[in-house]
């Protein structure tokens, strides 16, 4: 189960897969008519993210949780019989969970790239005798010390 949870420990990816599905999901572990399809969703969002090791597992469940979050607040936020003040709330509430997806995504790349950036320079023009240097590739570490 190490396509799902990261770990090379069966527990592990078992208990982080029993958790995802029974407190991150709406609806937690209730046997809905759709709780099938709903299971096979987070696995396989799961599966899609390809954790490769423990910490990269919780960071994707993490992703998956806030994710439902967000959007189940988004639906409440638009029963039209919602009072003004609590579809502000739950819209709030929903766009500060996405922020969160949007956190967690970006640690899960700093993660997986240890911290290293690439920029590639696709394009350069240079007008009226100007000079430019341009480098294929340039790479840097970043971190608490400025990568020292």
């Known amino acids: 189960m190490k396509h799902?949870?990261?770990g090379s420990n069966d527990a592990w990816?078992?208990?982080l897969l029993a958790t995802a599905l029974g407190y991150a999901l709406p609806g937690?572990?209730?046997r809905t008519a759709d709780a099938d399809e709903k299971i096979i969703g987070a696995v396989t969002a799961l599966m899609d993210?390809?954790?490769t090791d423990?910490?990269?597992g919780m960071l994707v469940a993490q992703m998956l949780a806030a994710n439902s979050a967000a959007l189940?607040?988004?639906r409440r936020a638009w029963i039209p019989e919602q009072t003004f003040e609590a579809r502000t709330r739950f819209l709030a509430l929903a766009d500060k969970a996405a922020r969160t997806v949007g956190t967690l995504?970006?640690?899960l790349?700093?993660?997986r790239t240890r911290g290293r950036q690439t920029v590639v320079v696709q394009h350069v023009n240079v007008g009226d005798g100007g000079q430019a240097v341009v480098a294929g590739e340039m790479s840097t570490r970043g971190g608490l010390h400025g990568g020292k």
């Open 72 to 74: 189940e607040l988004y």
């Open 54 to 56: 423990p910490t990269e």
């Open 109 to 111: 790349t700093k993660y």
């Open 49 to 51: 993210m390809k954790p």
């Open 13 to 15: 990816n078992g208990r």
């Open 4 to 6: 799902i949870g990261g």
């Open 105 to 107: 995504a970006e640690s």
């Open 28 to 30: 937690g572990a209730d």
